[in-house]
Every structure is written in C-alpha cells, then in structure tokens.
C-alpha cells in the first residue's frame, strides 16, 4: 500500500527564516510526485510534479527536491503569505492510479 | 475559465437525509476525483472515474455512490447521512494519469447531526 509521510506537522518560522518540509513515500515504482498549497477554506493548489530522483523544480520562494525515498520543499526567505498548508502526493506505477496524499505540513509564517 | 465548480458550499443534514454534492469542470478533463478532508487526517479518496460511463471506488466510499453520465459533472450521493459523513469534500480534475497534477474545486462544507 502506497504511503505518504509529511513532517512535521506544524511549522512557526519567523519571516526570513529558510526551513524544509519534508515528505516520505513508500510506492512501488513511483510515476510522480505532487507538491500542493492550501489556504484556509480553500482547495489545494499544484505547485509541482518531480518524476524522478535528482529532480529539483523552482517558484519563487520554493523549491521541491526528490530523492528515492523522499521529497523536500525548501522555503527561502519566507514571507507571512507564504502561511498555508503544504501537502504532498504520489502516483504509483498503474497509469490509472489516484494520487494517495499525506496529512500535510502547516507553516506559520511571523512577520 | 471556471475551472471545477461544486455545490453547494455549505450544508448541514440530519441523520438519515440524503443529499447530492454537485461537480462540474469546464476544462474537458476526462479525470474526476472526489476526496473527503478530515482535520488532520490529510485528503481520503472517495471514488474516481476516468472518462463518462467508467467510476470506481477509493479508500472509503461506504455510505456514497456517484455517477459520470457526461464528461463536465460528477456528482456524489450521500444516502442515509451519519455523524461520520461530516467533512470538508473536495472535488478535482486532470487532463490525464500522468499529468500537470489536480484541479480542486473550492469544497463543500457538510455538517452530520
């Protein structure tokens, strides 16, 4: 069974404060994994896809790296509107498989 | 471009109602998903369908059904609510299996008593 792992569960960063959050998956013959925001209220938002171990991908602030066996979402200089939930995902090797989501990190960020 | 629609926002049922949650996308994506969101439980996969006429159960659809008779909708039937069904449930979309990820709709707010 697919599994997802996020942690920690909650994040109080002062403003300019760099962190990670980070994100452990066990599949079997990973086809991709999700990087998604959620602010209160709404649904989540994508960020990113990584397919495979080495890949790294970029948006303002944030940037998603993927090795083997986990996922980082690295914060650089936050700012108070980055403040959300950040989930993580993974699709397994059927073509037809639902993403399978982690519980999610909650960040705070103080100006 | 409205993306995924649902609705209502907001319902509270009693015990023993049934109700329908709408789902409705503008972006011709054959992929529907329907989630339910728990505090601190993460996104639970409810049922999917891959294109009109095709669904299929996720982790926990005891208690709902859904139907895909065009591409656009995919509403999801609560028959007989209980206190468990209360949760935030979110609706979602993609073009295809591997893809740019999920569209999610904004959720509707249910409320069991």
């Known amino acids: 069974e697919d599994q997802v792992t996020q942690s920690p569960e909650a994040l109080r960063l002062q403003e300019g404060e760099s962190s990670s959050l980070n994100c452990s998956y066990t599949?079997?013959?990973?086809?991709?994994l999700f990087w998604y925001r959620q602010d209160p209220g709404k649904g989540p938002e994508f960020l990113f896809t990584?397919?495979?171990a080495g890949e790294e991908k970029e948006k303002e602030r944030l940037k998603a790296t993927l090795t083997k066996k986990e996922s980082f979402l690295h914060i650089t200089a936050p700012k108070p509107e980055d403040s959300a939930t950040y989930l993580c995902a993974v699709r397994g090797p059927s073509g037809n498989t639902p993403l399978v989501f982690g519980k999610g990190t909650r960040l705070s960020v103080i100006a | 471009n409205a993306g995924v629609t649902q609705t209502p926002k907001f319902r509270i049922l009693k015990i023993g109602q049934s109700m329908t949650l709408q789902c409705a996308q503008d972006m011709n994506h054959n992929y529907m998903y329907w989630y339910r969101q728990d505090p601190g439980m993460g996104l639970k996969l409810i049922y999917y369908?891959?294109?009109?006429?095709?669904?299929d159960k996720g982790e926990v659809p005891n208690g709902y059904n859904v139907s895909r008779s065009t591409t656009e909708d995919f509403p999801l039937r609560l028959e007989l609510a209980a206190p468990s069904q209360t949760s935030v449930y979110f609706c979602?979309?993609?073009?295809?299996?591997?893809?740019?990820?999920?569209?999610f709709g904004s959720g509707t707010r249910l409320t069991v008593v």
């Open positions: 599949v079997s013959g990973l086809r991709g």
């Open positions: 369908s891959v294109g009109a006429g095709i669904t």
């Open positions: 990584l397919y495979s």
């Open positions: 979602a979309s993609s073009s295809g299996p591997r893809d740019y990820g999920y569209t």
